[in-house]
């Protein structure tokens, strides 16, 4: 195979990848920072998936067209997540004033929904545990899918699902209240 052919596999691998990844990672970051840094980090984002393009998880080197999301997600997930952090240790070192600003003045559009209560208590959380529910609840990973993208064992993030849970729904007031869901008696026969 000529170096020509090689390049153009890789691209063609990347270009499956891509139309795999992008909208779920730009979901992924609009809901974790501003929306005038989100297309930045997602650019940096699939900068670093084509230089590591032959490490990506499920990606494979055959010639299929587009690859399983449940294979290739929890890793660019990983990859998004350390984007986001330099980016933000970057603005963190540059703009500490104009971050405090931006924050005090940005309003998600989920808190627009008045969920304030529940991002009250989504922020009460470790930034860890909150991250955990965040990919569990709105990215809807399963815990290995979270360990894969956190670097958390399974069973740690499991547990930590657990445990944040738990908290969520004390603060939230829903201890001793029935539980949100299915009935208790729906899907059973009345046989």
Sequence with gaps: MTEQEARRKQQARFEGLARVVVEPLHRYLLRRTSADTVEDILSETMLVLWRRIDEVPGLGTGSAPDPDPDDVLPWCYGVARGCLANARRADGRRLRLVERLIRSHEQSPA????????????????????????????????????????????????????????????????????????????GRSSQ
Excluded: C, F, Y
């Design 111 to 186: 808190q627009a929904a008045d969920h304030g209560e529940l991002h009250a208590a989504l922020d009460a959380l470790a930034p860890q545990d909150r991250e955990v529910v965040q990919l569990w609840a709105w990215e809807g990973l399963a815990p290995r899918q979270i360990a894969e993208a956190t670097g958390m064992t399974s069973n740690a993030v499991s547990i930590r699902l657990h445990r944040a849970k738990k908290k969520l729904a004390a603060q939230l007031g829903r201890k001793d209240a029935e539980p949100t869901g299915h009935k208790r008696d729906e």
